[in-house]
């Protein structure tokens, strides 16, 4: 699982049940325990159903259903979103055209791009939204 977010996937993604968790599908999921005494079922879930009623389930320690591979009952992190924002500079070219390039840096807030940023005349503030 990955070190970088808490996406869910099993392509080196890093999985934290103190953290936020629901099924790979969305379903919501509460975790129970963690430290069952079995090799291979550690964790023990309650998984939402739609009416409303909770099935308790086992997981691995890293949420997942089966041994391998992923499948739809995993449990993962809720994925987090973020969003911050960069300037986009148009430039206008010697035949005319116009390009535009962006900065590098990603700024909090729409007010913090354009007073640390190279914000001039022309430019926009763009807002960048990711999960993860």
């Known amino acids: 699982m990955c070190d970088t977010c808490s996406c869910g996937s099993t392509t080196g993604r890093k999985f934290d049940p103190s ?25 023990v879930v309650a998984v939402r159903k739609d009416n409303g009623d909770e099935v308790v389930g086992i997981r691995t320690s890293d949420g997942r ?7 739809p009952m995993d449990v993962v992190n ?9 300037i ?4 206008e070219l010697r035949d ?18 354009v ?5 001039r005349e022309g430019s926009i503030v763009v807002p960048i939204e990711w999960e993860g």
């Open 78 to 86: 809720v994925p987090v979103k973020h969003k911050k924002y960069v």
């Open 88 to 91: 986009v500079t148009p430039e």
């Open 96 to 113: 005319g055209s116009v390009r535009y390039y962006g900065s590098i840096t990603l700024h909090d807030t729409v007010e913090s791009a």
């Open 19 to 43: 953290k936020p968790v629901q099924l790979r599908n969305g379903n919501p999921v509460r975790v129970l325990a963690v430290d069952v005494k079995h090799p291979a079922w550690p964790m």
């Open 115 to 119: 007073v640390a940023g190279r914000y």
């Open 65 to 71: 259903f089966r041994l391998s591979g992923e499948h």
